[in-house]
């Protein structure tokens, strides 16, 4: 299970960063004492337009960033205390995760493998698994530079489950890429959670979230509005579909806000 308790990220902002985002106060509240709880066996979504806290979070969640107030855990693992326990259970996938560009897509898996302490006989059979899966095996000693940008996406997700992690938790793990691309991610999600891996992930796209999410939580400008199943939101904002329930939500949000 993934507990999140009254997490709350203030961020302290330079004079230029003042300026140049039009504030008077050197803190920024980027997510406001939300709470919720993912548990193993379903995938849970994050929900919200960007800016609204979601890769904050998760980048809580694994560990990158400390919160300001509140508590995380992972699996009964202090998110602080027990960083580099959390840290071996978890597979974490962010836009910010940059290849090296003069690798090739094989010595990548490599790297990242040894990262881990893996094994070269587990690092080659893991790789040989998540090329077939991702389709990528034909990429294999092209170098990072050569790839398009959906096979870039792909092997970034490949580099991210290399060490077979029982938690896996993928930041906007569709954006930019195109619809085939994208659907082989969401396909794979739902394989990874048959397998019984613990599977969170943050999207606004809320066709995919009301497609791939078991429950989800949606967050507005840092502040969680409502958690739970899809039916569940749809019912209680009268709506019949997710991306409706969502502009109900964010509608409100802004006329409570004014």
Do not use: W
């Not at 004492?33 to 193993?40: D, K, L, V």
């Not at 092209?142 to 870039?152: A, F, R, V, W």
Request: aromatic residues 8%.
């Amino acid at each position: 299970m993934i507990q999140v308790k009254e997490y709350t990220k203030v961020y302290h902002l330079s004079k230029k960063q003042m300026n140049e985002q039009k504030v008077k106060s050197n803190k920024k509240v980027a997510v406001d004492n939300i709470s919720f709880e993912a548990h193993e066996g379903e995938i849970f979504g994050l929900l919200g337009p960007n800016g609204a806290g979601k890769t904050t979070t998760l980048r809580s969640i694994a560990t990158l960033i400390k919160p300001t107030h509140g508590e995380i855990s992972v699996q009964n693992f202090d998110v602080v205390k027990d960083a580099t326990s959390v840290r071996g259970k978890i597979g974490f996938l962010t836009n910010e995760l940059k290849l090296d560009k003069h690798f090739t897509a094989k010595y990548t898996m490599s790297f990242f493998g040894k990262l881990h302490g893996m094994t070269d006989q587990l690092i080659e059979e893991r790789t040989k698994y998540l090329f077939e899966e991702f389709g990528i095996t034909e990429f294999a000693e092209k170098k990072i530079e050569e790839l398009s940008t959906g096979m870039n996406q792909k092997l970034s997700i490949a580099v991210s489950l290399v060490h077979n992690p029982q938690v896996v938790i993928f930041d906007e793990p569709t954006n930019g890429l195109d619809v085939i691309t994208a659907k082989a991610v969401t396909e794979y999600l739902k394989v990874l959670n048959s397998q019984g891996k613990f599977v969170i992930v943050s999207t606004h796209i809320m066709t995919v979230a009301e497609k791939l999410c078991d429950r989800v939580a949606i967050i507005i400008s840092g502040k969680k509005v409502i958690e739970g199943t899809v039916d569940y939101i749809k019912a209680e904002t009268g709506t019949d579909d997710l991306e409706d329930a969502f502009f109900k939500l964010y509608y409100d949000s802004q006329e409570r806000e004014a």
